[in-house]
């Protein structure tokens, strides 16, 4: 099981989740809103310009976070400074509370 996390731009969320719900087997998402800055970002006198922006945060199968990485990349790309990054990370357990079903059953 992996965990992607993504930063992107606020007004690019529609379009990302548009695009993730045509992924095969991709079970759920999280979004929250953030802001925060990048690098080459200005600072400003009363410390980091923030920006306003979206995290994602997706744990699925191994077989879909190619799909998923290659998804979030194409809808949430404009070609502008700061449209985002995506992080993938290894999850060593999970557990659905629910049902108590664990691993990648639980996703």
């Known amino acids: 099981m992996k965990e992607i996390k ?6 690019k969320l529609d379009p990302v989740v548009t695009a993730l ?22 600072i400003g006198e009363g410390g980091a310009d923030c920006r306003p922006g979206v995290k994602i945060e ?3 199968k191994d077989e879909v976070v190619d799909a ?6 194409a809808a949430a790309h ?3 400074k700061g449209d985002g ?7 060593g357990q999970a557990l659905r509370i629910s049902t108590g079903e664990g691993g990648e059953d639980a996703v």
């Open 6 to 11: 993504a930063y992107i731009k606020r007004h």
């Open 21 to 42: 719900r045509k992924v095969g087997n991709l079970t759920g998402m999280s979004v929250l809103h953030s802001s925060g800055f990048g690098q080459g970002w200005r």
């Open 58 to 60: 997706i744990v699925c």
């Open 68 to 73: 998923v990485v290659k998804t979030i990349a």
């Open 78 to 80: 404009t070609g502008l």
């Open 85 to 91: 990054i995506i992080f993938v990370s290894e999850i």
